[in-house]
Structure formats: C-alpha cells, structure tokens
C-alpha cells in the first residue's frame, strides 16, 4: 500500500511539473509581450518615436527660401509640423533636444513581428516640396533624435 502511494505522489509531482504550452509574444522588447507565453506565435507589436529637429544653418537656409512650414513624416504618415515664425525653432547636433520636447515635433511608430524595422523619413514644405528624405533603422523602445542639417538639406536637393 505504501508502495502506491508513494507511487501516486511521485506520478502527481511528475504531471504537475509539466509546462502547459501557452502562445503569445515571447519577444521583452515588444508592447504585448507575455511574459507567460512559452511558443511565439508571431503575434509582438513594437514602438519607437523619432524626434525631429534643424540645426541654426537649416533653419537659415529654409527660411531664405521662404519656407514658412515643414511638416514631417515618418513612412508617409504625417507626424506634425514646425513653423517658422521669425524663424524656426533649432537645436544643435551637439546639444540635441530630448524626445518628446515639446518645441520640436515627435512621432511615434508602430510596427509587427521583429524588434526593429526600416522606416523612411520625410520633410516637406507647406507646397509639398520634398526637403529631406532618408530611410533608417527604428529599434524597439528607442528614441532616435534626427537633426536636420544644412548639409543634408544641400545634398538631398543636390541628388533629387
């Protein structure tokens, strides 16, 4: 008797043991990850904002150009705007602003499956006109801080 007793708590402990398959996002980096989830069924969302800011020469070259509005876009999705009243708000690239600073314009981007993605960045002025472009890699959780140079500016308009 006591042999199938000790028998039938070995066996209990054993089966309890066992994990029970749970699916969901597996991925710590992802907004929905669970942290339960024991089989990735493919299903992790991820974030990241981009920070948009011009450094002084920029500011200056757009404002010659009679640029009174630059609105930003991340994979054609329209993030916000800066305008230039008495000139546009700068930054420089050796003191950046922090994400989310109010007198610069952050977006942010939502996207499926990998902890990281290729997002393309865009600058566009109040008639449309096409600025600044550039494709880049978001990875999840960051805060990438793009500054607009003059130099960008030149070499996108020389190369378009």
């Known amino acids: 008797m006591k042999k199938i007793l000790l028998f039938s708590l070995s066996l209990i402990t054993l089966i309890s043991c066992e994990t029970t ?36 020469n920029a500011a200056a070259d757009l404002d010659i150009a009679g640029v009174n509005k630059l609105t930003f876009y991340i994979n054609e999705y329209n993030v916000g705007s800066q305008y230039n009243d008495n000139g546009f708000i700068t930054a420089t690239e050796q003191d950046p602003p922090d994400c989310f600073n109010s007198l610069y314009t952050t977006g942010s981007f939502y996207w499926e499956n990998n902890s990281s993605t290729v997002v393309d960045l865009e600058a566009r002025d109040e008639s ?33």
């Open 128 to 160: 449309g006109n096409v600025w600044f472009s550039e494709s880049t890699q978001l990875l999840a959780n960051e805060c990438l801080i793009v500054g607009i140079t003059s130099k960008k500016l030149k070499v996108y308009q020389e190369n378009n």
């Open 21 to 56: 398959p749970t699916e969901g996002c597996t991925d710590p980096l992802a907004i929905n990850y669970n942290n339960q989830a024991n089989i990735n069924n493919n299903t992790c969302e991820f974030t990241a904002d981009v920070l948009f800011y011009l450094n002084q």
